[in-house]
């Protein structure tokens, strides 16, 4: 069974530091992996899809990268705001069938 | 723009009644899914469908059923509520027979069973 594994838990950090967020998943042979954001009583939106051919991606101040070897995923967001303060979350998709089991993600908070 | 939604937001219902929680999206996509979400457990999946008239059970479906008769509806039935599917409910759908399998998400039902 796929476990997918976010951590930390919470990470609090300064503005403008750089965010570095972490997923690892026990079962390489995934299909694509999607990072999301949620806000507090909000739904998911989608920040980046990796596919698994792929080693990274990039959009704005966000980059992904991925390793399925060595089953792991981590999210750069570069000189962080106050308004990137959220919860991050990823997903790793097993085959084209797109179920997505999620990590438990990662409350960021950034302090101005 | 397309969009997926679900209806109501917010409800408060009493145990052994039935619910039905709406989920509608004009993306096109077959795929369609229903999670929940509840502290120390995470995003967890119900039930998913891939087109009309499919429907499969997920990881946690004991106590739900869902139906798809179109492509744009798979609405979520909780055949007689109890206390421990108190949560909040999230819809998502995705494309088929695509690399890309980017999954959308609603914005959520908060369901109270009292």
């Known amino acids: 069974k796929q476990e997918v594994t976010q951590i930390p838990a919470a990470l609090s950090v300064p503005e403008g530091e750089n965010l570095v967020l972490n997923c690892s998943f026990t079962d390489s042979a995934i299909y694509n992996l999607q990072w999301f954001r949620q806000d507090p009583g909000k739904g998911l939106t989608s920040l980046l899809l990796i596919q698994s051919s792929q080693r990274e991606q990039t959009s704005g101040r966000l980059n992904a990268s991925l390793d399925k070897s060595s089953g792991r995923s981590t999210l750069y967001i570069a000189a962080s705001q106050p308004g990137d303060s959220a919860t991050y979350l990823c997903?790793?998709?097993?085959?084209?069938?797109?179920?997505?089991?999620f990590g438990g993600g990662t409350r960021v908070l950034v302090k101005p | 723009d397309a969009e997926i939604t679900q209806s109501p937001r917010h409800k408060i219902t009493e145990t052994g009644r039935q619910v039905t929680l709406a989920c509608h999206q004009t993306?096109?996509?077959?795929?369609m899914f229903w999670y929940r979400q509840d502290l120390g457990h995470g995003l967890r999946l119900i039930h998913y469908?891939?087109?009309?008239?499919?429907?499969n059970k997920g990881e946690v479906s004991d106590g739900y059923s869902v139906s798809r008769s179109n492509t744009e509806d798979l609405p979520l039935t909780l055949e007689s509520a109890a206390s421990s599917q108190t949560s909040v409910y999230f819809c998502?759908?995705?494309?088929?027979?695509?690399?890309?399998?980017?999954?959308?998400f609603g914005q959520g039902t908060r369901l109270t069973v009292v």
């Open positions: 997903a790793v998709i097993k085959a084209a069938g797109n179920k997505l089991t």
């Open positions: 469908s891939y087109g009309v008239q499919d429907t």
């Open positions: 993306w096109n996509h077959n795929n």
């Open positions: 998502a759908s995705s494309e088929q027979e695509s690399m890309n399998t980017e999954a959308f």
